[in-house]
């Protein structure tokens, strides 16, 4: 090779090494083999070589272009290579989670009262019984004595869902807990004692309503039950629920259909500072009666022999007045903070020393 020859190698080479994007590299290409390019001229003026030099000069410009057209694409493709881990290293992002420094979650303060209410009905014998959501209407009013015209049922604010079940029965979400008393009594020989914690729909909303709420029943038959033994439980478990050894309990007559007698439940408390317990006021807590002839009748269990009580409370609502929370709304928002004030740590379960 020519030292002109070299001397363009030499240079282009350079240039190369010294573009440092594909665009400086571009500039090198078209300098070197584009139409007014430093070897395009070479090859050019190759007409005007005398004859006898001619084709070894031919033969020196080939090679160099060859060599000079493998460095650029080399260039070419070590640019493209590094500008694509430049755009990885930039995108790069940590997939790995950091380890949680606080615990991971707390008892939700609903959860809170089912497991105290199934440890401390638990040691007085109750087992929990549960039963869907959807009710049919029967289970949820017929069977409990509540006609088909009867103002409970208007009361109540009852979801009809769509459609018919397969016994021909109206659908409903069920409005109480009370249905599964029906279930239990149809699945159950007596003796029973049960409580079933679980939800209830309503069609009512507000700072004291929500359309989805949680109640808890009890329902207990056996041979010669009385209103003594409905008015011991309740008043062992609302004393040992608040925490109250003194906790007044008055039994207020009343009317449910399901239930004859009926009594509404209050417990002592002080209206103005909302403190339980003392304080000259009543506040209404639970309904509760003995269970209706009928509704035993409705459920196959002969009246003349077995006799029970029931009683039903809304859990929110004594929850609320444990802990003293104010507002229904935050139960269902989900929000971490409410829970880490409210919320119990899942390593200190119900205990049944606090218990009856
Ligand atoms: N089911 C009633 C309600 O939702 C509560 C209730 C009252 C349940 C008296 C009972 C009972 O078992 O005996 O308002």
Not at 34 to 43: E, I, M, V, Y
């Amino acid at each position: 090779m020519t030292d002109d020859l070299l001397a363009l190698k030499t240079e282009t080479d350079a240039a190369l090494a010294a573009a440092g994007d594909l665009r400086a590299w571009d500039a090198v290409r078209v300098a070197v083999l584009g139409r007014n390019g430093s070897l395009t001229g070479l090859l050019k003026e190759l007409g005007k070589v005398a004859p006898e030099e001619r084709r070894a000069r031919g033969a020196a410009l080939n090679d160099l272009k060859e060599a000079l057209t493998a460095a650029i694409d080399a260039r070419r493709a070590s640019l493209e290579e590094a500008a694509l881990e430049a755009r990885l290293a930039g995108e790069r992002m940590d997939v790995t989670l950091p380890p949680r420094l606080s615990p991971a979650g707390l008892v939700h303060p609903i959860s809170r009262t089912m497991e105290e209410m199934a440890a401390l009905f638990g040691a007085m014998g109750f087992a929990i019984a549960e039963g869907p959501d959807i009710e049919d209407d029967w289970r949820n009013f017929g069977a409990l004595n509540i006609p088909a015209h009867h103002p409970a049922r208007q009361d109540m604010d009852t979801f009809y869902v769509p459609g018919l079940d397969a016994d021909g029965r109206q659908r409903v979400l069920r409005t109480h807990t009370s249905p599964v008393q029906v279930r239990t009594m149809l699945n159950q020989e007596p003796p029973i004692r049960v409580i079933v914690p679980g939800r209830t729909y309503r069609a009512d909303h507000d700072a004291t309503h929500s359309p989805m709420f949680h109640q808890v029943e009890g329902l207990v038959i056996d041979r010669g039950i009385t209103l003594g033994h409905l008015k011991g439980c309740l008043i062992d478990f609302l004393r040992a629920f608040f925490g109250i050894d003194t906790l007044p309990v008055r039994f207020r007559s009343s009317y449910f259909p399901f239930t004859e007698p009926s009594m509404e439940v209050d417990i002592g408390w002080n209206r103005k500072t909302g403190e339980l317990g003392g304080g000259g006021d009543w506040l209404e807590i639970l309904g509760s009666g003995m269970v209706h002839p009928k509704v035993l009748a409705n459920c196959g269990i002969d009246p003349r022999e077995w006799q029970g009580f029931a009683f039903g409370m809304g859990i929110e609502r004594v929850t609320m007045l444990k802990h003293g929370i104010p507002d229904l709304r935050p139960f269902y928002e989900s929000d971490i903070r409410w829970l880490r004030h409210y919320g119990f740590s899942a390593l200190a379960p119900a205990m049944l020393h606090e218990g009856v």
